[in-house]
DNA sequence: TTGAAAGCGCTAACAT
DNA sequence: ATGTTAGCGCTTTCAA
């Protein structure tokens, strides 16, 4: 087994200072552009790579990212948060860094619920996904560690976060079923404490608001404990087994809810989208499957895990970077669960 | 900012040297217990926790396992792949291991497209996921590592892996159809080249066989380049395209090719299961969306990841660890797309 | 623009 | 059972 090459192979074949070439490989000016050329070739040749940990060690930097989910969102059926976290991976590359993963608990309790690589400085910044209790959050913050919020924000703490236009979302659902001629439009909201939620809920009453459309409390469950099928098929049982008027659209907060839905009103015989239109939100996969396929709003989770990455390396190189939320675009995408086409005109 | 607490800190507290504090915190042998009690206190109170790229480098051993997966499985909108990822996720916890994932190329053709973590020595052994060109194989068995490939195997190589029991699972399949009375039964493969898909083939053959079913090659599609749902679709149109008798179920390799199956068979008029019953394999999560719901063999692909992270462990800490293959057991799920129920007497 | 040298925090021989 | 010490391979002053 022939020997590792080290900075130190590179220099002699160079007649050069180890730290010359220490210079050249991380980029470094003041150094001979000939000398540069030189020991580049060198390098080339021998294969030569910095070992991480040598590295780390001596400049106190890991060359890692920790990526944290909680872990209810991690054993998820749908593959949500790990097209994020892919995302991040794929970024991460164009960085020279590595990602982490790892679960928590929602909130922390005790000290030895941490991550090894927060234990074992193992990581230069943090990226968390989805809902997460405040204290993770303190406890990141405690570590002077730049983090990178995705899919969620907390009012009172300072931390720079990505997230996705859910206000034009729903705005764009709430204007397509009005332009197909629906003026009795409910919702399905679940756990309205999640941001994200509680951002698509507004969007809906505002969107209507603005339409002229009245909102009607009973054709509205919001409130839930969670955003799953079967909070969206509670939440519709709801709705439609009142008395009196029925909408004869739903807009739900999310996908998962909106198959739920559809699952409630298919099993008490009401016709989709003949009866009821119904719209989800988050594009994923199941909604391709299902009679009819659901029409929903598209969200970018690989590019949000990408921006998070790119944001977070900045932060690193550069610790008085300032605070940014980050908006990644929706589109709408019309299936047919919702009855109306793409080109009505109004 | 507080300084970070070192192994001299650890040392100087406890009134002894920094050896005998890295051998309590290496659970080495040869330390008085009262000794290895009073410093382990004294770790905790202090909060201590030694610094992986400072290990790293004195031991020349990373912590981290690598995760390989070519592009085309890591972009598959199904997370198969990415589940069995998370299954090594978790048990390399358990072992005081990172996972590094990265994507690479079918095939290693020049030496800039080896990841990062390779040339870094930043990995202590690798995992390879799926179907992948045999130059990648070599080239990690040239650099020494220890190598575990999950669902795959290469005839001419001397690899540990780790796998699924496809034999029984298509034994089960094709008797559990018998047992509904079914004599005519089809067969889609896809590519046949895979190791899986080839076994699964094999075990049809076999098991008809030995009931005393005829195989009927008209019924059989293999041979596609893939194994995706346009694939199922296009098999299942070259067997009902033809004239003459025609099969009265098909097991498909896996779910993908199941649904494109039933895409194809649902257009043209045929009933599911009424005039064709439809079995898949793999139990992937878009088979309990369509209808009618696929019955289907349940792989554990968290598990399969977990063992792999077992067994490299085991190499990584005793090199001389023997070769091994591992099959992880499947299970019949029956659902509706087979006609058959479960409790069906022989 | 380059070199010399002092660590970074830990492990592992070797000595005691 | 514990201590001494020499690195591991790199970055980073500081000096030349």
């Known amino acids: 087994m022939k020997r590792k090459i080290t900075i130190r192979d590179v220099a002699k074949k160079a007649g050069l200072s180890v730290s010359t070439v220490s210079l050249i490989t991380n980029n470094k000016p003041n150094v001979n552009d000939e000398t540069r050329r030189k020991v ?70 005790d000290h030895n619920q941490v991550p090894r690589f927060l234990l074992e400085h193992n990581v230069d910044g943090v990226i968390i996904a989805g809902k997460i209790g405040a204290s993770w959050v303190d406890y990141i913050h405690e570590q002077n560690l730049p983090l990178i919020l995705i899919d969620y924000e907390l009012p009172r703490h300072r931390v720079s976060t990505v997230g996705m236009d859910n206000r034009t979302g729903i705005k764009l659902v709430v204007e397509h079923l009005r332009r197909g001629g629906h003026t009795k439009i409910g919702f399905i909201g679940g756990d309205v404490h999640h941001p994200s939620i509680a951002e698509r809920f507004a969007s809906y009453r505002d969107t209507l608001s603005a339409g002229g459309i009245s909102i009607v409390n009973q054709w509205i469950a919001v409130g839930e404990a969670n955003t799953s099928l079967s909070d969206g098929y509670e939440a519709a049982k709801k709705i439609f087994s009142m008395n009196g008027e029925r909408p004869t659209a739903v807009v739900c907060a999310n996908d998962a809810m909106a198959l739920g839905c559809m699952k409630f009103l298919k099993e008490t015989g009401v016709a989709i989208p003949g009866d009821v239109a119904i719209v989800g939100f988050d594009n994923i996969e199941a909604g391709l499957h299902v009679e009819p396929r659901l029409t929903t709003v598209n969200v970018h989770r690989e590019e949000m895990g990408g921006i998070a990455v790119r944001r977070l390396v900045e932060m690193i190189k550069d610790q008085s970077a300032v605070l940014t939320k980050t908006l990644t675009p929706v589109e709408l995408i019309v299936r047919d669960s919702c009855g109306v086409k793409e080109d009505v005109s109004d």
Chains 1, 2 share one sequence.
């Open 40 to 109: 580049l070739e060198i390098i080339k040749q021998l294969g030569y790579h910095a070992q991480r940990s040598a590295r780390g060690l001596a400049s106190q930097s890991s060359g890692n990212i920790g990526f944290i989910l909680t872990e209810d969102h991690f054993s998820q059926a749908e593959p949500f948060y790990t097209k994020i976290f892919l995302g991040t991976e794929f970024e991460a590359r164009n960085h020279n860094f590595y990602i982490l993963l790892t679960t928590v608990g929602w909130t922390l309790k």
